[in-house]
């Protein structure tokens, strides 16, 4: 019977998912890239894809951060407005894909604020999909205890934060604790979110979420070496979605150097290739990346 009432709600989204990926950029498009030698041929080859002239206001002569910032904003563009039209499961789904650049967003204001830069200078750095209504009101608080209010009060990060974060942990000293705490937070949540919902969903989302949890608890780990966060404190860091949870995370806790983080990950094959040909100063961070795309 859903067949029958699909396009009352999500036909219109199914056409510009389809128009979308019709509009990637072909192997043949690519090689002509390639061939450009300058940004503004660049420009001129790209007026004949589906990204059309979103570079056609800009004078020459172009540079990379013209380019990267009109991309980033005909995405977001393109993103808000599928998630304006998109009703339940959906809509609460494209919210879990902005929650963590609001996590970055929300970790650069309170940084910004612990130093009292201007909030207009600190909005501009913020990424477009990460933004929120009540952004400014992180600003406006002067102490720790109003900045914890705002966050929990005027951020739709709230529930992430009650879990994780008190208001003693609001100093500058903790700023990369409270990140990977949120993340912990935010991954578990959305992995739950995406098992709860099956099907392709599932399948699909759950080996990605599995596999950024595992990313993160491997670099908090390396980049824990050297430093006074104690193996009780780096282990309730590691988010429990992943395929190293539980065993896997067990042993990474009692690692004290880089060579038995390396142990944990020969007993994975997804991670044992991101290890190999490292030597002593592991890329993981770059690997995990090219494993990821």
Known sequence: MSEFTFNVDNGYLEGLVRGFKIGILKHQEYLNLVQCETLDDLKLHLQGTDYGNFLANEPSPLTVSVIDDKLREKFVIEFQHMRNHAIEPLSTFMDYIT????????????????????????????????????????????????????????????????????????????????????????????????????????????????????????????????????????????????????????????????????SVAEYYAEYKVLFEGAGNNPEIGRASCRERV
């Open 99 to 262: 929650y963590s650049y609001m996590i970055d967003n929300i970790i650069l204001l309170i940084t910004g604020t612990l130093h009292q830069r201007p909030i207009s200078e600190l909005i501009s750095k913020c990424h477009p999909l990460g933004s929120f209504e009540q952004m400014e009101a992180i600003h406006v608080a002067s102490t720790p205890a109003d900045l914890y209010n705002a966050v929990l009060v005027d951020t739709p990060l709230a529930s992430f934060f009650v879990d994780c974060i008190s208001e003693q942990d609001l100093d500058e000293m903790n700023i990369e604790l409270i990140r990977n705490a949120l993340y912990k937070s935010y991954l578990e949540s959305f992995y739950k979110f995406c098992k709860e919902l099956g099907g392709t969903t599932a399948d699909v989302m759950c080996e990605i979420l599995e596999f950024e949890a595992d990313r993160r608890s491997f670099i908090i780990t390396i980049n824990s070496f050297g430093t006074e966060l104690s193996k009780d404190e780096r282990a309730k860091l590691y988010p429990h979605c992943g395929k190293l949870y539980p065993d896997g995370l067990a042993t990474l806790s009692r690692a004290d150097d880089y060579e038995q983080v390396r």
